[in-house]
């Protein structure tokens, strides 16, 4: 849409009244964008975008997908809201069609209005059942922006609101690129790592740990794929210890890993599955907690002390149902798989054969990252970690060529996250790597020898 005065005035209101999250106010300019469509976003200006973050990774089905679309509008017009104490078709249908993707006996679903409500709850639910106070969760991790999510957090986003007051007790997941542990092998990295949470619980106190709450394959902090038999293996602390495992799936979740859920890779069953997201792409906002048969049966008598104004928003579960049943009948999951197997993951590995600036790259599915360093053998980062605005230059400027050439990258710190739609096509995600390319070359400039 070529509309630049519309385009001046909305950029106008939003910078008068608009307080934008994670941000210095004066500091900041957002695009204001017109209209999207299947992998493309546009402004007023006459600029069109390949949306390679799929907006926060949540657009998993892409930009204004017709039948999700259709399906909001119809619920529309026949029932906006309905209170969480009521039941409803739309919502019935999303918990079940949910819980028949969900692993083993995780058949019952609590509606929330996001991922990080939904942690919230898992939470709670695992300090209810088990009658203890503390949570183990990672260094390197993202569990959302309220009070206690924003305390479980393990990234630097946590440090202006950490109190220290709400039980978190941390612990290094697998990070084999820069492996906490010496490891030099994923065996060597998976047997240490599970070692350490080992010692973490029983110095901690078995019986204080309510929970674990883990992102199968840790998402902003880097698409951190864990080694084979790491998930396994804490699921196997938990049941040794009483604890609930909690997987935190939601950016990993609905497809974003060419799988339904990123633990179906090692057939791992949490008692607790947290989404949000590519449930319904976030066209409406919706999240919640798949609960296992064991953890509902608990709050069969007793009530559970928790709710939600908008749990089950039908809005939202008329999206989701139309979602997952495009997902399913269409293939998407799997199409999502086929990018990563046979486009994406083989163009990222060449590019970094390529690009020297390039030190590690690791993803399936549609769920990528590209790690960026000065040094190869020293594998010294591109940007520090916590990098300052002024520190980021160099990413900043990877970015900007990106932009100018048409693609919308995902970044954190020193790493370039490829996370389309699962809905990509080949010639677009092609298009998008050919930009990366370019993009590279000026992350190389940076390069020094060791
Ligand atoms: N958990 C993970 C793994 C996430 O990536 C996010 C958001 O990016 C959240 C939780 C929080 O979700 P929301 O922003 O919907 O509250």
């Not at 992998?39 to 039948?67: C, M």
């Not at 990080?116 to 993202?142: C, F, I, W």
């Amino acid at each position: 849409m070529n509309d630049p005065d519309r385009g001046r005035a909305i950029r106008a209101d939003d910078r008068a009244h608009v307080f934008h999250s994670w941000s210095a106010q004066r500091h900041i300019d957002p695009l204001p964008v017109a209209g999207a469509a299947g992998s493309y976003f546009w402004d007023y200006d006459g600029n069109r975008y390949l949306d390679f973050s799929s907006q926060f990774v949540n657009i998993n089905i892409g930009h204004g997908y017709p039948k999700v679309v259709a399906a909001i509008v119809e619920q529309a017009s026949r029932l906006c809201t309905i209170a969480p104490h009521f039941a409803n078709d739309r919502r019935g249908e999303a918990a079940r069609l949910i819980a028949e993707h969900a692993p083993g006996d995780l058949d019952k679903v609590f509606f929330t209005n996001g991922g990080a409500d939904a942690n919230e709850h898992a939470v709670r639910m695992a300090r209810l059942v088990t009658g203890r106070p503390k949570v183990l969760a990672a260094y390197r991790s993202y569990h959302g922006a309220t009070h206690a999510t924003m305390h479980l957090t393990g990234d630097p986003r946590r440090w202006p609101t950490d109190s220290g007051t709400e039980a978190v007790a941390r612990f290094f997941a697998p990070y084999l690129y820069r492996s906490a542990f010496h490891a030099t092998t994923e065996a060597e990295e998976c047997a240490r790592a599970l070692d350490h949470l080992k010692q973490v619980i029983q110095l901690e106190g078995p019986g204080t740990i309510a929970a674990i709450l883990l992102e199968p394959i840790a998402g902003t902090p880097g698409v951190l794929v864990p080694p084979p038999g790491y998930l396994a293996g804490v699921r196997a602390l938990c049941d040794r210890y009483g604890v609930v495992m909690i997987a935190d799936e939601v950016m990993c979740g609905f497809g974003r890993t060419g799988a339904w859920f990123a633990v179906d890779h090692w057939s791992v069953v949490p008692d607790l599955i947290t989404f949000a997201k590519g449930v319904n792409s976030g066209y409406v906002p919706l999240g919640g907690v798949i609960i296992s048969a064991r953890i509902a049966s608990e709050f069969d008598d007793r009530p559970y002390p928790g709710g939600l104004t908008y749990s089950g928003h039908p809005l939202a579960c008329a999206a989701a149902v139309a979602t997952i049943r495009a997902m399913r009948e269409e293939g998407i999951v799997e199409h999502a798989a086929w990018l990563g197997d046979h486009v994406l993951g083989p163009g990222l590995r060449s590019l970094a054969e390529a690009h020297p600036a390039v030190g590690e790259v690791r993803g399936l599915g549609v769920f990528w990252g590209l790690e960026l360093v000065r040094n190869r053998a020293t594998r010294q980062m591109l940007v520090p970690y916590a990098a300052t605005a002024a520190q980021s230059a160099p990413m900043n400027e990877v970015v900007a060529l990106c932009r100018k050439r048409g693609l919308w990258p995902f970044t954190n710190f020193n790493r370039l996250h490829v996370v389309p739609p699962c809905t990509m096509t080949e010639s677009e995600a092609r298009e998008g790597l050919e930009i990366l390319d370019e993009a590279l070359a000026v992350a190389d400039r940076h390069v020094v020898d060791g």
